[in-house]
Nanobody, 125 residues
Framework: QVQLAESGGGLVQTGGSLRLSCAAS????????MAWFRQAPEEERRFVAA????????YYQSAVKGRFTISRDNAKNTVYLQMNSLKPEDTAVYYCAADRRGPVVPQPSGVYDSWGQGTQVTVSS
């Protein structure tokens, strides 16, 4: 398995931006499709976006498409989530997840091999 650690969360006003990072260690990072999920209080963990091992293919949940961008730097073993035009409904704990050689589509959270500890994003109105 790969070990994951998120950073970059915080408090931002509506319309603001944040960039989340997820640093990986332990296995060959480029073997993994990477994804971001989020979990709001009293809600289930939901898929946000995914990126292929090369970075060439991406997939987004409809609610974030056009506002969020997922990318990766395999030389730095890091995946990013650039979040623009943030809304209060984006408030959640954001998690990165790794799926070894998995498809770049929304998948149930149980499919993913590894998870980070999460980073809190709070968008004030």
């Amino acid at each position: 398995q790969v070990q994951l650690a998120e950073s970059g969360g915080g408090l931002v006003q509506t319309g603001g931006s944040l960039r989340l990072s997820c640093a990986a260690s332990g296995r060959t990072f480029s073997d993994y499709t990477m994804a971001w999920f989020r979990q709001a209080p009293e809600e289930e963990r939901r898929f946000v976006a995914a990126v292929s091992w090369s970075g060439g293919f991406t997939y987004y949940q409809s609610a974030v498409k056009g506002r969020f961008t997922i990318s990766r730097d395999n030389a730095k073993n890091t995946v990013y989530l650039q979040m623009n035009s943030l809304k209060p409904e984006d408030t959640a704990v954001y998690y990165c997840a790794a799926d070894r050689r998995g498809p770049v589509v929304p998948q149930p959270s149980g499919v993913y091999d590894s998870w980070g500890q999460g980073t809190q994003v709070t968008v004030s109105s």
